[in-house]
């Protein structure tokens, strides 16, 4: 157990509809990180938020927002879904901004029907 | 841009036998390295990482990994496989310049299958 936690585990959706991811860091950890991983793409790097700034964006399309809150917890919106958008999303945490270990949560599977 | 390369989506080898899984970087400047473990329906495990320090580090589980810049590698090894490493193991370099600092670039990951 990393101590990230993701909710919801799996999440079955249809195209156009629009989902919120969420992830709760560990305990101190002040950064935030979202990937997506698909089978065409595999692992990429969409957002990252430290201590609730936005710090860097990575392949994140426009559809896709992200936020973080005052209690450090991170929310991931898609909208205008599309079939192409269904993939693994993971969220990660660690305690700086550069170079510290990343721990990464379960992940939440997306399905766009 | 930095990139990370695996060689070889699937590796497969028997119980008892040296694991070697290949991972080559582009960067330039030296890299933070590292390699990851994602068991099937979890999440990511950091198995090892190099920052610079010792060339040869040592991870969970028995892997280790050796940076080798003249080669531009960090390949990771283990001396005897076990079933129970079975997985799929991610290379990734750490963004080391600009605002994107930290953030990881993933190979597209080698799946090792363990026979008995």
């Known amino acids: 157990d990393s101590g990230v936690t993701q909710t919801p585990k799996h999440l079955i959706t249809a195209t156009g509809q629009r989902v919120t991811l969420r992830c709760s860091p560990r305990?101190?950890?002040?950064?935030v990180y979202w990937y997506q991983q698909s089978l065409d793409q595999g692992l990429q790097f969409l957002i990252q938020?430290?201590?609730?700034?936005?710090?860097a964006k990575g392949n994140i399309l426009e559809r896709f927002s992200a936020q973080q809150f005052p209690d450090l917890h991170s929310e991931l919106n898609l909208s205008s879904l599309e079939l192409g958008d269904s993939a693994l999303y993971f969220c990660?945490?660690?305690?700086?901004?550069?170079?510290?270990?990343?721990?990464f949560g379960p992940g939440t599977r997306l399905t766009v029907l | 841009a930095q990139s990370v390369t695996q060689l070889g989506s699937h590796v497969s080898v028997s119980e008892g036998a040296l694991v070697l899984l290949r991972c080559n970087y582009s960067?330039?400047?030296?890299?933070?390295l590292f390699w990851y473990v994602q068991y099937p329906n979890q999440g990511l495990q950091l198995l090892l990482k190099?920052?610079?320090?010792?060339?040869l580090v040592k991870g969970i589980n028995g892997f280790e990994a050796e940076f080798k810049k003249s080669e531009t590698s960090f390949h990771l090894t283990k001396p005897s496989a076990h079933m129970s490493d079975a997985a799929e193991y991610f290379c990734?370099?750490?963004?080391?310049?600009?605002?994107?600092?930290?953030?990881?670039?993933f190979g597209k990951g080698t799946k090792l299958s363990v026979k008995p």
């Open positions: 990660a945490s660690s305690v700086g901004v550069s170079y510290n270990e990343q721990f």
């Open positions: 305990s101190g950890d002040l950064s």
């Open positions: 938020y430290y201590n609730g700034e936005e710090r």
């Open positions: 960067s330039s400047v030296p890299p933070y």
């Open positions: 190099y920052t610079s320090a010792a060339t």
């Open positions: 990734a370099v750490s963004e080391s310049y600009g605002g994107s600092q930290g953030n990881l670039i």
